[in-house]
């Protein structure tokens, strides 16, 4: 059966009438708009009501169907629009408290409160349900009569409460005189242009995935929906309303924890540990198909219970870096950064949130974390495709489901990339390495790899350069070009045994200057703090063969790192 859709031109005095009752649902944002919103708003209803246009069009809101009453009356979600709806319940509530007519304030408070009839059987009710948090306060200081009036004094507010106060102020400055009167013939005159004239569109259907798709292509000035927003609904629409609050809590508290950027990329992780396939299409349609009809229990309070306690390990282990075990704890914290920040791909974070789910005792967090990484770098380095690489964490992730001992699993053969040995060595010595785009990443680990017994924890933020020993554009007759002739800088000049890291943006004027006068320059006023460029201290000349002999330091490296 085809869900649907219903669209419709509508008045605004009709929208705010006894046909319809909003809700905000729990997965929308808190009210959100700014000074400048409210003030666009009125001023581009003022000056349609001073060119006497016929209509001003408000644009669209689009709502899912809850429920449907015999007279075509309904409950409905608001998916889009919710900024509007809202502030055009403030502007109709402060109009309200601000009129001298009593025609006026009874007809406002009938457009956002709905009094009870025993004869119509319609029960006490308001037009639009704000979210829980702010229900009590828009209650207090909106809705009901004379609300928007009430002092505020002493009470804390959130910030989608100030933004209600700040709607009120601006809107009832536009009406005023003076600060003791209000001009009542402006009042009225834009009560009846905001009735009658103000036209918006509502688009409505009882499927919420047509909501969202509708919603994703006619959203204009509403603030976008993500795939957490999404599954915030359909979790919480099936728990119990007893209980609905706690959950509601407990996914906004990760949200804000977390932020919604990383918690849109969290529930794509979990996506990627139930499912194990490359996602074939959004990310919600796949958990509404393949994780929540395949397994109803999971959805709801499960759902949400098992989101927390990912979300832990995520913001601790990933985020944060920290584990418990003192032994292990700075060379994790070394990788974990190292990976999370300068790893280009993400498809490794799955199984470390798998394995640490299954294994919680955090002595097998390193050992499990450089097996991970071993396998993804040279499945990087060796040019797999986005694929290709997906197919092979996939794999790590079925490893972890069907092993109980997580020490079967840090030494499964998967991990194993001895075989690749030749391959993995033609490419370090690329004479083109700095032109690859893992060169910075190898060169940060061979970093850590140098300081793994200092005890140090090293966060490699901000701007770190790749600097070039032999420098890429030496001056004409200068020192460079009498130690390597052009043959030579071709075959030397970006291999790695020639690069080193500078914490600092490049000085090309510089980069030129003879190797001794480089060295004082740059590795000895604490401009690095890597021990990969400290090194270059120890060497007296930088010649052909100093490069080879630290090209082949830095490879013995690499292959003990993910190799020997």
Known sequence: MVNAIEAKEIVLKDLFD?????????????????????????????????????????????????????????????????????????????????SSSQSAKRVLHSKIYQEPNEYENKSENVRLKVRDKDKQFFKEHVLEMGGTKRSIEGIKLTDSQKKVVNAIEVFSKKFQIDKENIDQELLDEFIKFLLNKTVLVYVKTSDLTSAFRLFSVLNA????????????????????????????????????????????????????????????KSIYEEYIEMIYNKNRSIKGKGFIEHLNRVANVYKDKVLNAEICH??????????????RDHLKISEWIPPFIAFALKFPQENYFLPF??????????????????????????????????????????????FNVKNIKKELEVTFTDNYFYQRNFC???????????????????????????????????????????????????????????????SRKKNSSANNRPFNEKKISYYQKGITDFDLTKEILSYNDWTPLTIDKRQNECIQRLKSIWVD
Do not use: C
């Open 18 to 98: 006894s046909k319809f009752l909003f809700n905000i649902p729990g997965y929308q944002r808190p009210f959100s708009w700014e000074e400048d919103n409210f003030n666009q708003l009125f001023d581009d209803l003022y000056e349609a009501l001073e060119n006497e246009e016929e209509a001003y069009f408000l644009g669209s809101i689009i709502m899912q169907t809850k429920s449907l009453e015999s007279d075509d009356s309904g409950f409905y979600d608001v998916v889009d629009g919710q900024q509007r709806l809202t502030t055009l319940t403030i502007l109709m509530a402060t109009m309200r408290d601000l």
């Open 221 to 280: 000035r509403g603030l976008e929906l993500t795939t957490s927003d999404l599954l915030k609904s359909e979790n919480l629409s099936v728990i119990v309303e007893r209980e609905r609050e706690y959950y509601q809590r407990v996914w906004e508290t990760i949200e804000d924890e977390l932020g919604r950027d990383e918690l849109d990329k969290l529930i794509g992780f979990i996506r990627t540990i139930f499912i194990k396939e490359k996602a074939r």
């Open 440 to 502: 910075k990443y190898i060169l940060l680990r061979l970093d850590i790899f140098l300081s793994e017994n200092s005890n140090i924890k090293k966060s490699y933020a901000g701007t770190i350069s790749i600097e070039h020993v032999l420098p890429q554009n030496p001056t004409q007759g200068g020192e460079w070009e009498h130690k390597f002739n052009s043959d030579q800088r071709e075959v030397y000049t970006n291999r790695i045994g020639n690069l080193v890291l500078l």
């Open 369 to 414: 974390l450089k097996q991970l990484e071993k396998k993804v770098v040279t499945n990087w380095v060796r040019g797999l495709t986005p694929t290709e690489r997906i197919v092979e964490m996939n794999k790590a992730l079925q490893i972890i489901e069907q092993n109980t001992n997580a020490v079967e699993i840090i030494n499964h053969p998967n």
């Open 326 to 339: 003192q032994q292990d704890s700075v060379m994790f914290f070394n990788l974990m950064t190292l990976m």
